[in-house]
DNA sequence: CCGTTGCATTGACATCCATCGATGTTAGCT
DNA sequence: AGCTAACATCGATGGATGTCAATGCAACGG
C-alpha cells in the first residue's frame, strides 16, 4: 500500500503555558468579568460581580482568582473593599499565545 | 457605611459561544494540532499525529472530534486515510470572539 | 472592644474532560 | 469472500473543574 501522504511535520513548540492561559479565558462567567473590567476601563468592585452574576460570593472569588493567578487582572485591596483592574498586558498575552499557534510557515 | 463605588455596568453579552470556542483550543494537543496545520498550510493525514504525539489514536481521535465540532477544522477522507485542514475562517472566529471580550467602551 | 460587612479560603460534592482498551466501520488488497 | 490497515466510536476510569455552605480574616463603625 502506498504511503499515506508526504510525512507532515508536526510542530514541537510547547503549548503548555499558551492552553493554561486560554483555560483560564475559556469559561462564560470569566468572559463575561474580563469583557466588563475591558469596558469599564477602570477598576470593578468585586460586589459589582456578585451582584450582577447568578453566583454566590464564593464562587465570584474563585474565577477571579483563577484570572488573577493567570496574571490577567490585578486587585487593589482598599478598606473593606476589593477593586480589580485588567491587567495591562491582558488583551497582548493572549493575543501572543494564539499568534504562537496560527502563524504561517516561515518562508526562508 | 459608604457605597464601594459608583456602581460599575457588567456587561450583558451571552459569552457561552465564545467559551465553549475557547474551550475547544484550551488544550496543549489541540493547539499541537491547529499549528501544525496552520503551518502546513496544506492538508495533514491523522496518521502524522499519531506517529508524532504521545497519544493513542481513540485520543487523537477525540482531540480533532472536538476540533471538528467546533467548526475549526475540515477533514476529507481519500481512501483509508482522512486528512485535516484548517478551516479557512478558524483564526477569524478566534479572534472575533476575543474582539467581543476585550472591545473598549463605545464613546458615544 | 464587639458586631457587622466585604471578600478569601476551605471542604465537599457533582459534573465534565482526557485518556485508553475494545470494538465498529470503511477501504484496499489478494 | 477474507484479511489487513486507518480511523471513528463506545465504555470505563481517574483527574480536573464549577459550585456552594461553612468558616476565616481584615477593615470599618459604634
Known sequence: ????CPPAKVVETDFEPAAGLLKAIADPYRLTMLATLATAEDEVCVCDFTDALPLNQPT?????RILREAGLVTCDRRGT???YQLAAD???RVDHALALVF???VHA
Do not use: I, P, T
Open 1 to 4: 500500500m502506498q504511503r499515506c
Open 60 to 64: 465570584v472569588s474563585h474565577h477571579l
Open 81 to 83: 473593599w476589593v477593586y
Open 90 to 92: 491582558a488583551r497582548a
Open 103 to 105: 502563524r504561517k510557515k
